[in-house]
């Protein structure tokens, strides 16, 4: 039986920094068989090694149609994180994966997308978007709404003038002072008044903090929209990757396994008590 | 080892052996495997290997640590890693220009051994923990322990100090699962082979054929067992009380009385939580990832970075664990997360009782 504990090597072969505290990491499997035999859906996640210091669940946030190499955006904060920040052009790490189920692009095909994105949480969509972009006649209107704390911390600035060429953006931070800031200012869900997207054949792809997806599930069902139509991405503590270690259980679902992608209808029913602020009061 | 024509395997494999020579058997498996079994530790059991079919505790409480631990051990190294030029072949590594790093697996190589003497609850808590390992992504360490260990199952003539197996359909008789059943009945075991590999067991001792009132003794002890149960749990409609009842104030009591020390969990026989972290030697060439049982009612157990808790409240994790035995791990698995053995009752040391907590929603 083989030990599915056991990470493969990837070694770092670009480092971008971000901001202050979130990096990102473009790796490339040593094995060149992994290389060929490795896909993932977007909004599915990895979870890498660093040996001797641990392992963490990492969305990747790069293309799934990028076969040579792929990305992680990593804010350093933990103290893994805080040592992925150390690494540099040529070091090796562990990686295991791809895990997770993904956004749903089944039930998107031929819909309207609306994407909520809040601080580091645009990180597990930037694989939706590059996908969205590469078959855009697939979908309908595709709008975009991120917020972050200050300009300074929005992540992928760069690419956001080729993204607004597809898709409708709004952006909005909660503090711009020290920065020319022309955009919106307050929380991502201060936006849903500017929006264009409407209720009807659109689906919902959101992620961030867990208290802002409350607020935006809140915002989003004020508006019409129905709780099957929004679709969340859960972060949980999490130490294997494929549903035995139980940390990342919501209820009866396993974030690794059933997730981290749900469909709020989902969750909406549980206590809240028992699964966190996305439940019910 | 056993022809097919030998009697035993045409007597379907059940046998008798007087109590007198219980432990000759388990000396004679113990020629062949190591033998885990129950034993006396200070006023307690515990499941340890055998060194002396003597130190066998033939009718014992439930051990402080379920059976399980043979399985998913309390703590086991996952792989370890060193960093080096050269390295034993076996190995699996990867070289970067001047560095190497090799990975060396530690769920290759599992003996095969013989667990005697297991509770009913315990072999129900291996069909669990089954489910969880053994599905989808097989876990190596627990699933090969659990394809080389033979089960020598013994069921319970007498009730134990807390438990409510019975109203969990997980005791006091076992009705599937096991290699060997043996129960203890007037002055001789009868035992009942549950596989071919139980039926191979029987070679290894000279039984007597088993009395057909055997059986039926069998029957009525366990009968007996079932009512003279210490505790019991309400099962009708508890599903739809624990989904309508998550502000009930036997939530609020259990927050005031819960110590979180994590005693429950750690007893659990179907707990299956784990934590990992990497070890590395003084010199940094080398470590180990290892994993450790873990719990849900300690604190740091949902704590992501920045120190963000997905369960920070007392009330949270004493909530989640019986919510997740009584309702959770049925949906997930299909099968109770209680199999009724009841550590967690008689460990908890401010007296939290589960099967008060389902008593009192339900109004009892």
Partial sequence: ?281 | MLQEDHPLVKSAGTVSLPAAELKEFVAALMQKFPVIAPILKGREYVFAQLEDAAQLADDYQPTILPAKKVLQQPLETVFSFVRQEAFAEDGKCTSLGEERICFVDHGAAVQKKVLFGVRPCDVNSFNVLDEVFCKDLPDPFYCQSRQETLIVAQNCVKPCRSGFCYYQQTGPGLQRGYDLLLTELDNAYLVEAGSDAGRELLALHPFAAAAPEMSLARDELLAATSRRLPKHILTRNLAELLEENVDHPVWEDLQRRCLGCGTCTMVCPTCFCYNVYDKLDLGLESGVRQREWDSCKLMEFSQVALGHNFRKGRQARAQWRIYHKLLYQQRQFGKTGCVGCGRCIYSCMVNIDLTDVASTLGGE
């Fill in chain 1, 1 to 281: 039986m083989s030990n599915l504990l056991i990470p493969d090597s990837a070694i770092v072969r670009e480092v971008f920094h971000e901001n202050d505290d979130t990096s990102t990491f473009t790796l490339q499997f040593t094995d060149a068989q992994k290389r060929l035999e490795y896909t993932f859906r977007p909004g599915q996640f990895n979870m890498l090694s660093i040996f001797g210091v641990g392992e963490a669940p990492i969305s990747i946030s790069s293309s799934h149609d990028n076969r040579e190499n792929f990305t992680h955006t990593i804010r350093h904060v933990g103290s893994l994180t805080r040592m992925f920040g150390k690494l540099k052009v040529g070091d090796l790490l562990g990686v295991r994966g791809p895990y997770g189920n993904g956004w749903p692009f089944e039930q998107a095909q031929g819909k309207n997308l609306l994407i909520v994105a809040g601080g580091i949480g645009l990180a597990p969509l930037r694989p939706a978007i590059y996908y969205i972009l590469r078959q855009r006649e697939l979908f309908g209107k595709v709008e975009l709404l991120y917020g972050a704390k200050n300009p300074g911390e929005m992540l992928f600035r760069h690419e956001y003038s080729k993204w607004a060429a597809h898709l409708s953006m709004l952006l909005t931070v909660d503090d711009a002072a020290g920065f020319d800031w022309n955009h919106n200012q307050g929380l991502v869900t201060g936006l849903f008044d500017k929006m264009e997207s409407v209720p009807e054949n659109t689906v919902v792809l959101s992620c961030g903090p867990e208290i802002m997806m409350k607020h935006v599930t809140k915002g989003l069902l004020a508006r019409g929209f129905q709780s099957g139509q929004l679709y969340v991405s859960l972060e949980r503590k999490m130490h294997c990757g494929v549903k035995k270690c139980g940390r990342c259980q919501v209820g009866s679902k396993f974030v690794c396994h059933d997730g981290p992608v749900f469909a709020y209808d989902v969750l909406e029913n549980e206590p809240a008590e028992i699964i966190g602020v996305l439940g019910r009061e």
